[in-house]
Structures are given as structure tokens and as C-alpha cells.
């Protein structure tokens, strides 16, 4: 049987689809392996190849700003291999810690950092492969070429998805194209192949609205699970798919079927890293307690624009900006019927960092909200695109030279 219905105007839509959504031109047709090449594989290569070649140039430049000194004195962090060092920055040196020792409490009561305030389906994975290798083979340099791979191959698979999510959803493969150079564009794009979780969470935040989409709703629950282990904002994941699942069933609860239970496994991910927590350091609120340490804490929306933390200066404006952006975006999306769900997804992904008081990272942490590149493919104007892609890309320069010469970006 065919997905697809007629409504009383004539046009198709889905039958399994969460809301209205464009009339689609050749929905039924899925995007073949040579367009997943034009379309994907190659803008992914030709921007890490960009990213590369710029990162050749600086990568050799006086370091700016860091907090490690000796990573600056001697111009790395983790490997004196150059052209591998560059995808591993900051945070990454936590990643590290964890997929080399496992998760080590510390002293994150007192305040102090932690590594326990890193939620581990990414980091784990690394450690995973880090423990196949052989013992000859361990070490530092070994751990971060590993998280590189697994967060270009994460990356890879999130933009495939997003592809043929867009072409199956709408039917238009210059749209689904289209969303995909607009994430690559995305200024902190390049995190999407660093030592960072982003790359990880973007393809299950992608594949759990995908099949929720499509009506798999026990995929969509595992998938969630996952998605919440694997940063604290996760599992908010649960607020549109509940949605969804409403809105597939007309807003009638006498219609949500037995399906709907299977989005209870959602929290179980987040709820299975604080029961492994309380066992390890017999603190229940241990996962909120360790993120004390970087200021993040319950706090109202106003404290965004206090001023920043003297280390690490302009970038917190752009914070700002993208905060104030994507919510502006979000509240839009939600306005409209078609869009709803999507700009829910927004919402769960902006609501944990709005309130906790500092909007520092926001950049980054904005990345994964994959509905706004999905709505920046369906406009109509081409001067806005062009004028998205250029001022994107600039910044996206901009803030990749800071990070190869270890100024603070993110």
C-alpha cells in the first residue's frame, strides 16, 4: 500500500507523516547511491578538504589563548602530528580522558572539574575501539585519530540522513542537496569532524525524528534512548515526538495505540548514566553536580547577557546572536502547522543551555537543530540563500583559524 493519501484537495500526503507537509513531486522516489555521492560525499570532502588546506596554513602560526600552557609553548595538544591535532581541541582532552581511563568521579563535589559531567555513548564508543587495539598500538595519538574517524563517520552518516530524510519528506532533491551544504556551511560546522560529541548526537537526533516520522515508533524509542545518553539535552527529544505521535493520531488519545508507550524508553538513557553514576560515586544528582564546575546551573534566560567570562571574550556574542536566532526561529516554526513539530525540535534543543545561565558554547550547541537547515532549503529566495552561505562560510573561516591556533571558539 502506498504511504501516501489523497486529500481533499488532490495532493499527496503522507500517511504516516507527522504533519501537513509540502506537496511532494517524487516522494516515491529515493535517492540513489550516485546522487548520495554528488550530493553528500562530495560537499562533505570538498569542505573537510577546505578545512584541511586552511588548517595547513595556520597550523604552524604562534598559539593564541589557552589554559594549558604547555599545549601552547609547544604548539600542540595531544599529537605533534599536526594535520590530526587540529580536529582535537578543548573538550576534546575530556574524550580523551575517558576513552583512555573510563570515567574517574574525582573531585566534582567540591566543584572541581570532572569528567563524569560527559555523557558516554560517543566517548565510550571511542574507548570500545581504543580497547581492540593492540597494546603497542595505545597511546594518545591513537585515541584522538579514533574519535576523529568515528566523528567523520558519524558525521558522513548524519548528512546522508538528512538527505534522505529532506528528499523522501518533500521530494525535491535540489532541497535535500541544498540542506546539506547549508549545515556544512553552518559556522561551527567543523566540530562536525573534531574529537566533540556533535557529529554523534546529530545523527541520532536524525534518525530518531526519522523513524518516529515514519511511524516506527519502537526504532524511534531506542534510537531516543541513545540520543539522551548521549548529551543531557537528548533526552528532550521526547517533547516533539510526543507531539508526533499525537498529531498522527488527529489529537485523539482514545488513537495513540500501544506505539506510544514505546517512547518511554527515551529517559531510560539518561536515567541508565545517572543510575551508573549513583553506583560509582553513591551521588544520585552526580550528573548535575559535575556540571557545577563549568557555571552551569538553573538560571533565568536574562543571565545569557551578562557579561561574558573574561577568558574567553567575543566569541560569547555570537553566542548570543545564534541563541536569539534559532529561538526566534523556533517560535516561528511553531506558529506554523507544517513546520510545528520541527520548530519543537528546536525548542528541546535550545532549553536546556537558555536556562542554564550561560550562553557560552551556544554556537555549537545550536549546530545539531537540523530543522533549520531543512527550513533554510525551502526558501524560495535565492538571494537569501547565497547571502546565508556566504556570511556563514566567512564566520565559518573565521572561527576554524581561531580553533587551529587554539583560541577559544566554542
Not at 37 to 63: E, M
Amino acid at each position: 500500500m502506498s504511504r501516501f493519501s489523497r486529500n481533499p484537495a488532490g495532493r499527496r500526503t503522507p500517511r504516516r507523516g507527522v504533519e501537513p507537509t509540502p506537496p511532494a513531486s517524487d516522494a516515491n522516489a529515493l535517492p540513489s547511491w550516485r546522487h548520495l555521492f554528488t550530493d553528500v560525499l562530495l560537499p562533505f570532502a570538498l569542505s573537510r578538504a577546505l578545512l584541511a588546506f586552511v588548517a595547513w596554513i595556520f597550523a604552524n602560526q604562534p598559539r593564541g589563548l589557552t589554559w594549558i600552557a604547555e599545549y601552547a609553548k609547544r604548539g600542540w595538544g595531544f599529537t605533534p602530528v599536526r594535520w590530526i591535532d587540529v580536529w582535537a581541541r578543548w573538550d576534546s582532552a575530556w574524550y580523551l580522558d575517558i576513552a583512555k581511563q573510563g570515567y574517574l568521579p574525582g573531585a566534582y563535589a567540591a566543584g572541581q572539574y570532572s569528567n563524569i559531567a560527559f555523557f558516554p555513548v560517543f566517548p565510550q564508543t571511542v574507548r570500545l575501539l581504543y580497547r581492540a587495539l593492540p597494546a603497542g598500538w595505545q597511546g594518545d595519538q591513537a585515541a584522538v585519530l579514533l574519535g576523529i574517524t568515528v566523528a567523520n563517520l558519524c558525521a558522513l552518516a548524519a548528512l546522508g540522513l538528512l538527505y534522505w530524510h529532506v528528499r523522501e519528506r518533500f521530494g525535491d532533491r535540489a532541497m535535500a542537496a541544498r540542506a546539506v551544504v547549508f549545515l556544512l556551511a553552518f559556522p561551527t560546522a567543523f566540530f562536525l569532524s573534531c574529537f566533540y560529541t556533535e557529529s554523534m548526537f546529530l545523527l541520532l537526533a536524525l534518525a530518531t525524528y526519522h523513524t518516529a516520522w515514519k511511524g516506527r515508533w519502537a526504532t524511534a524509542g531506542v534510537l531516543g534512548a541513545l540520543l539522551a545518553a548521549t548529551r543531557p539535552t537528548g533526552v528532550l527529544i521526547l517533547v516533539p515526538l510526543l507531539w508526533m505521535r499525537l498529531a498522527a493520531a488527529d489529537f485523539k488519545f482514545a488513537q495513540l495505540g500501544a506505539r506510544v508507550w514505546w517512547l518511554a524508553l527515551v529517559p531510560t538513557g539518561f536515567a541508565a548514566y545517572a543510575l551508573y553514576l549513583w553506583r560509582l560515586t553513591g551521588d544520585a544528582s552526580a550528573v548535575f553536580t559535575a556540571q557545577a564546575a563549568w557555571n552551569r546551573h538553573f538560571a533565568s534566560p536574562l543571565a545569557l547577557f551578562d557579561d561574558p567570562i573574561p577568558p574567553y571574550g567575543d566569541p560569547v556574542h555570537l553566542d548570543r546572536v545564534l541563541t536569539l536566532a534559532f529561538a526566534a526561529l523556533a517560535a516561528w516554526l511553531v506558529s506554523r502547522r507544517a513546520w510545528r513539530t520541527d520548530g519543537l525540535v528546536i525548542c528541546a534543543f535550545l532549553v536546556a543551555f537558555v536556562f542554564s545561565g550561560k550562553a557560552l558554547s551556544a554556537s555549537r550547541f545550536v549546530l545539531v537543530a537540523f530543522p533549520a537547515y531543512v527550513w533554510l532549503a525551502s526558501l524560495r529566495s535565492e538571494a537569501a540563500r547565497l547571502a546565508y552561505l556566504g556570511a556563514a562560510a566567512v564566520v565559518q573561516t573565521t572561527l576554524w583559524v581561531c580553533w587551529v591556533l587554539m583560541r577559544w571558539v566554542a
